[in-house]
T-cell receptor, first 112, second 114 residues
Framework: KNQVEQSPQSLIILEGKNCTLQ??????????LRWYKQDTGRGPVSLTI?????NTKSNGRYTATLDADTKQSSLHITASQLSDSASYIC???????????FGKGTTLSVSS | GAGVSQSPSNKVTEKGKDVELRCDPI?????LYWYRQRLGQGLEFLIY????????KSGLPSDRFSAERTGESVSTLTIQRTQQEDSAVYLC????????????FGQGTRLTVV
């Protein structure tokens, strides 16, 4: 069964520290993987997309990595800020015409 | 419209009443998803539409929950005889069926059953 597992479920870090969120998937065949950020009270918004041929991609202080062989992705946040407090959701697309598979998300809390 | 629209944004209902939640997806988006998010918890898949058909409704928690989609557009999620454990934010997302397109989410409907 196609699944997307995220870890940890929740994470608390101090402002200025770095952190890494994990996403493992069993979706096959694989088309792409997106990381979404969901601020409190809002719908998720796309941060970055990783396709099969991409290993790493940065968006400001966010860096996503993808290992398509081991079916793992990570989202690294550098020099965290209070505004990074949110849920981060990993979403995988398999072959064309199939449903997106959503992870349950990691809730990140950045404290001062 | 420009984005996914959900209504109402907030709904307070008495236990045992029926509620209808509405989702207007982005025009042309064939795929539509309903999710539930309880306080402090992650996304919980409910149902997925491809066009007007629901090939995956495995996430509906009980027969009190049903959903339909018409005209490959608007979808309604109906909860009958609401229970307090139904209290959650119900999120709708839509996307194209293929390519590197992203899923666009609505702002959600916050349902409170009292």
């Amino acid at each position: 069964k196609n699944q997307v597992e995220q870890s940890p479920q929740s994470l608390i870090i101090l402002e200025g520290k770095n952190c890494t969120l994990q996403c493992n998937y069993t979706v096959s065949p694989f088309s792409n993987l997106r990381w979404y950020k969901q601020d409190t009270g809002r719908g998720p918004v796309s941060l970055t997309i990783m396709t099969f041929s991409e290993n790493t991609k940065s968006n400001g202080r966010y860096t996503a990595t993808l290992d398509a062989d081991t079916k793992q992705s990570s989202l690294h946040i550098t020099a965290s800020q209070l505004s990074d407090s949110a849920s981060y959701i990993c979403v995988v697309r398999g072959q064309a015409g199939t449903a997106l598979i959503f992870g349950k998300g990691t809730t990140l809390s950045v404290s001062s | 419209g420009a984005g996914v629209s959900q209504s109402p944004s907030n709904k307070v209902t008495e236990k045992g009443k029926d509620v209808e939640l509405r989702c207007d997806p982005i025009s042309g988006h064939t795929a539509l998803y309903w999710y539930r998010q309880r306080l402090g918890q992650g996304l919980e898949f409910l149902i997925y539409f491809q066009g007007n058909s629901a090939p995956d409704k495995s996430g509906l928690p009980s027969d009190r929950f049903s959903a339909e989609r018409t005209g490959e557009s608007v979808s309604t999620l109906t909860i009958q005889r609401t229970q307090q454990e139904d209290s959650a934010v119900y999120l709708c997302a839509s996307s194209l069926m293929s390519g590197n397109t992203e899923a666009f989410f609505g702002q959600g409907t916050r349902l409170t059953v009292v």
